[in-house]
C-alpha cells in the first residue's frame, strides 16, 4: 500500500515470521470479506474535474510554455537547454497535478490512489488534465526529419511541443503529433518491458548457478564446495540481511525487542 510494506516489515523483524504471516493471512480475510460486502468500482466518469480547474490548467501551460520557449532560445549549449526544457515540462505536470489533487471530490480512484493499491495523481492528471512530457531514453524527443522531430514544426524549433510535450489528457483525446508521441514513448516502454525482463532472468539464473554451492560454515567463513574462503564473514560485517535495514542493524529496534 501506501507505506510500501513498511508495516508488514516492521511486524516480521519485531516479532518474527510466524506473527508476521498469521497478520498477512488475517488481514488478507479481512480485505476479502470487506470488499465482498461492500464492493469496489469505479467509471470515467470519477475523473472528471470543474471547467474551472481545466482553465487553470491550460493556463499554466500556456504561461510555462511561452516562458520555455522564450527561455530555450537564449540557451546555446544543447545539454543544458534539454535539461531546462525537461524541467519546465515537469513543473508544469506537477502544478497540474495539484490542481488535479485539490479538484477530485472523494470517490473510489481517489480512495484507491490515497491507499497505495493503484495509480497516482499524475496518472489522473493525464487522464483528465493533460499527459506531459514524453521521453525517449530518458531525453527529450529529437528522432525524425533534419532538425525537427515532424513536418509540423520549423526546422530548429525548440519549444516544449516540438519535443514531445503533449498538452490534452486521454480522456479529452490526443490530437495527431501528441498521438505520435505518446505511441513513440509507449513502443520504447515496451521494448524496454520485454528485453529487460529476458535480461534480467537470465542474469538471475547466471547468478543462482554460481552461487548455488557457496555457503556459510561453523566458523563463519564464507567457502564454495571445494572450501575455498570467498569472506571470512558473512557480507564482510556479520549483519543479516533479514534482520537489517538497508544493510544496517536498526539499534532502536533491538533495544525494543
Known sequence: GEKKGKLLNRIEKQFGCARAREFLDA???????YITERGFSIS??????????????KKIYREMSEEAKRVAQQIKDEEERDRTLLRMANE???RCSE????????????????????GSYVSLTQISGLVGQKVLMGELIKRGYSQRTTSHFERGEHSLEAHGFVASGY??????????????ASR????DKSLQTRHSGYMERRLVNAL?????????????SRGIIIQ??????????????????????????
Open 27 to 33: 488481514i488478507s480475510k479481512l480485505a476479502l470479506h
Open 44 to 57: 470515467i466518469s470519477k475523473c472528471d474535474i470543474s471547467k474551472g480547474s481545466i482553465e487553470q490548467m
Open 92 to 94: 508544469i505536470v506537477n
Open 99 to 118: 490542481i488535479v489533487k485539490r479538484s477530485t471530490p472523494e470517490n473510489n480512484i481517489v480512495h484507491m490512489i490515497r491507499s497505495g493499491a493503484r
Open 171 to 184: 480522456k479529452e483525446g490526443l490530437d495527431p503529433i501528441g498521438f505520435f508521441f505518446d505511441a513513440a
Open 188 to 191: 520504447e516502454n515496451l521494448m
Open 212 to 224: 548455488q554451492d557457496v555457503k556459510v560454515e561453523a566458523d563463519y567463513t564464507v567457502r564454495d
Open 232 to 257: 571470512f564473514a558473512p557480507g564482510e560485517d556479520f549483519v543479516d540481511p533479514a534482520k537489517s535495514e538497508v544493510g544496517r542493524v536498526n539499534l532502536e529496534l533491538e533495544v525494543e525487542a
